[in-house]
């Protein structure tokens, strides 16, 4: 029975992961962004939805309301007017501009919040559960999973049944062909990035729910999501959602075997994945 419910703690907590991954993955396989702030982001949000629902007294759910469009509109201006420079076929230009993001993020978190760890209240609902027979299963980690679920879904179906996904598509597989049928690249890579914050800000709203948050927590959130989208195939949105539950139950099943073999565990399906199948389970779904 251990097992069992190691198993769909796993897969609740590759829910949280799959929210990590899944803008890691839409910017990754569509513009060749290697976002190396993805992590840092996470965090920053967190931090932001901390304060607005300290500062107006409003639930989680309200303040992802609140959060979601901040973060997509910051998405945005930093497409457009910083990452736009980096687009091409070389991943190191944008693989430097997003390291000197962190570097920035990191620094402005500690000097306005210091390293004190924070949490974002969830009204009781951090601690509710559900009783499955002998098991009880958190209401958090299933709205979480849930929550991935659709993000997935919804993405999913933006870029393939919209002109929007249509445009973003015809402008990854070339640049110079889609600006001749009237496609702006510029506008459509900074709408994707948009999508990816935005994503993200839902993504930072649970976890300041799930845990404590601290500005040095970035690069770890950023291993997690890194190691869904390759174990699941580069480019493929359900492939990340697919890395990110294995990366999860790998963790729980090695939590149970040994405390201290949890993140162990999931590094080692990372490299085996990697050593046998180093195009991922499910690669190039999204583009």
Do not use: K
């Not at 935005?198 to 799930?210: D, W, Y």
């Not at 697919?242 to 565990?265: E, F, K, N, S, T």
Request: charged fraction near 10%.
């Amino acid at each position: 029975m251990q097992w069992l419910d190691a198993t769909i703690q796993g897969i609740l907590l590759g829910g949280m992961y799959a929210q990590y991954a899944l803008g890691m993955s839409l910017m990754f396989g569509v513009m060749r962004i290697v976002n190396t702030a993805h992590g840092d982001l996470l965090i920053l949000l967190s931090f932001v939805a901390i304060s607005v629902s300290a500062s107006l007294q409003i639930g989680p759910y309200s303040t992802m309301l609140a959060v979601v469009p901040l973060a997509a509109a910051g998405g945005y201006l930093l497409q457009r007017f910083v990452l736009n420079r980096a687009v091409g076929n070389d991943p190191l230009p944008s693989l430097i501009a997003t390291f000197g993001l962190s570097i920035t993020i990191q620094n402005a978190l500690l000097a306005v919040f210091t390293a004190d760890p924070r949490s974002l209240p969830g009204n009781g609902l951090e601690y509710d559960s559900i009783s499955l027979g002998p098991l009880f299963v958190g209401v958090l980690p299933v709205h979480i999973f849930v929550a991935a679920v659709l993000l997935t879904g919804a993405v999913h179906l933006l870029l393939r049944r919209t002109s929007f996904g249509r445009a973003l598509r015809a402008a990854a597989a070339d640049t110079d062909a889609a600006s001749i049928t009237g496609v702006n690249p510029r506008h459509v890579y900074a709408g994707a990035t948009a999508l990816a914050v935005g994503v993200l800000g839902v993504a930072a709203v649970f976890q300041a729910l799930r845990v404590t948050v601290s500005p040095a927590d970035g690069p770890g959130q950023l291993i997690y999501a890194f190691e869904a989208v390759i174990i699941g195939g580069m480019g493929s949105l359900w492939g990340a959602f697919l890395g990110a539950m294995l990366l999860g139950v790998a963790q729980a099943i090695g939590g149970r075997i040994d405390p201290g073999w949890g993140a162990l565990a999931g590094h080692l399906v990372f490299l085996v994945v990697l050593a046998v199948r180093p195009q991922g389970l499910l690669s190039g779904g999204a583009r």
